[in-house]
């Protein structure tokens, strides 16, 4: 019953978007129009970058931050050399007990939207499911308030929700493009998709409802379903889709087990990580609840995170033995990195897993096993020279001689760039030192920047 009434619900809210007629290839914006804003969002559960310990965590959620916007900031048409049309805004949704991490992002541009889980785990109907989804990773049903990027406040069109470990590497027009009702044959050609020779979900012109990336690196088997990966998310705003979404965690119709007729709905959804969460819901939701809404790309392109997306020789997506090894894929032809499996560029990991005079646990190394290194070590080169653009800017602005004291590490300066003394997140130099003072000037880089880079 509540499958079939939320599906015919946003029947009629997807029948309502076609009183606007799709966007050209011009469309978006005219000279005398200021550029359309798309919304950035991050999400905080907890007041660190899950790094738990003491000061780096908070080094890393403060410069991730910093470098994400920054890389938003370099893709946006705010850098003419970008080509990008499109302006930004950023957003932090911010769980009440991250409540102190606010302050933080407000200085550093960032609204912040401070919320309570939208539904707690007594309200949800099915017993295994409310007895375990405090178990399910990252955070339990306390990862919901990811939901709330449906939600934001203002009327950005468009809402890219990311984890905070992440970078914007080249400009998304084509997906916004899309999202916004683009449906030429142009446009379509420069979104890149997991599955080329598919349909478009939507072929009547009204706009897509999101884009997404699937998280096969950690599907059960070949040809098994592969959950969401919930830190890449490209939604529309929609109050139907939010309330519709935690209706199906309400009732809660989550099977124990890892076969084909475990997890959501019975349907094989359950058995990887985040299952129970953001990763098992919304792939459930956007294949059987809201099916035709969905467009998903190419996960070596966008949201990469440089894992193997094979097991025993076969294709972790369908079972086939041809698929993009994401391991290799051309660092120039990415469009978002997500720092997972190359571990976090404040991290300064150096160290490989299969080196045996590695001391480091495994979490602490670069896990050769399932990436390749050197495209590992490339990747988190992208992330330390947006890095290294910020503070130049910076530095030009304040002056601050503690910019460049942030740049005088020597441990793997080919990669790092200057911002690490040695392995390990206790060798992270901060930018600027952390000075407040100067951190708190980084906003005055993007006012009217249209014409300042």
């Known amino acids: 019953m509540l499958l079939c009434c939320l599906q015919q619900q946003l029947h009629q809210f997807t029948a309502s978007s076609l009183s606007s007629p799709p966007l ?3 469309s978006s914006h005219s000279d005398s129009e200021p550029p359309i804003k798309v919304a950035y969002a991050i999400s905080l559960i907890e007041c660190t970058d899950n790094h738990k310990s003491g000061q780096s965590s908070i080094a890393g959620l403060v410069d ?3 470098v994400l916007r920054h890389s938003i900031h370099q893709n946006s048409v705010r850098n003419p050399s970008s ?3 499109y302006d930004y805004e950023m957003f ?5 007990q991250a409540e102190s991490c606010a302050p933080v992002l407000q200085k550093a541009g960032f609204t912040t939207v401070i919320r309570d889980p939208p539904l707690q785990t007594s ?5 295994f499911l409310r007895k375990k989804i405090h178990t399910a990773l990252c955070c339990g049903i306390d990862e919901f308030v990811k939901l709330y990027a449906f939600v934001l406040p203002g009327d950005n069109p468009v809402v890219v929700h990311l984890d905070i470990d992440y970078i914007i590497a080249k400009p998304m027009d084509a997906v ?4 916004m009702g683009n449906t030429s044959e142009l446009t379509r050609s420069k979104v890149e998709r997991e599955y080329t020779n598919d349909p478009w979900p939507i072929e009547d012109g009204s706009p897509v409802e999101a884009m997404i990336t699937r998280d096969y690196h950690s599907a059960g088997a070949p040809g098994r379903k592969a959950g969401f990966q919930a830190g890449f998310w490209v939604l529309k705003p929609s109050q139907t889709h939010f309330h519709a979404v935690l209706d199906v965690v309400r009732e809660g119709n989550y099977v124990e087990g890892f076969s084909r007729e475990n997890g959501w709905g019975s349907l094989g959804y359950g058995g990887f990580v985040g299952a129970m969460a953001m990763q098992g819901l919304m792939a459930y939701y956007y294949d059987v609840i809201a099916p035709g809404t969905s467009v998903e790309l190419n996960n070596c392109r966008y949201n990469s995170v440089a894992a193997t997306v094979r097991k025993k020789g076969l294709c972790q997506r369908d079972g086939g033995k041809v698929c993009e090894d994401c391991m290799t894929t051309a660092i120039e032809d990415i469009y978002s990195i997500h720092y997972t499996a190359c571990r976090k560029p404040w991290s300064c990991i150096n160290r490989r897993t299969d080196d045996k005079t590695n001391t480091f646990h495994r979490k602490y190394s670069i896990p050769v096993n399932i990436v390749n290194y050197d495209h590992c070590m490339d990747a988190l080169k992208v992330w330390h020279d947006v890095r290294r653009d910020l503070e130049v800017k910076l530095y030009a602005l304040t002056k601050d001689d503690d910019i ?3 740049r005088q590490g020597s441990y793997n300066l080919e990669f790092f760039l200057g911002h690490c003394a040695e392995d390990q997140s206790k060798g992270y130099l901060r930018i600027a030192g952390g000075n407040p003072e100067t951190l708190e000037r980084i906003p005055e880089l993007y006012k009217n920047s249209l014409t300042l880079l």
């Open 92 to 96: 932090a949704i911010i769980h009440r």
């Open 64 to 66: 991730a931050s910093l």
């Open 176 to 179: 916004i493009d899309s999202m």
């Open 404 to 406: 460049k004291k942030g």
């Open 123 to 127: 309200e949800i109907r099915g017993n």
């Open 24 to 26: 050209d290839e011009q």
């Open 83 to 85: 080509g990008s049309k």
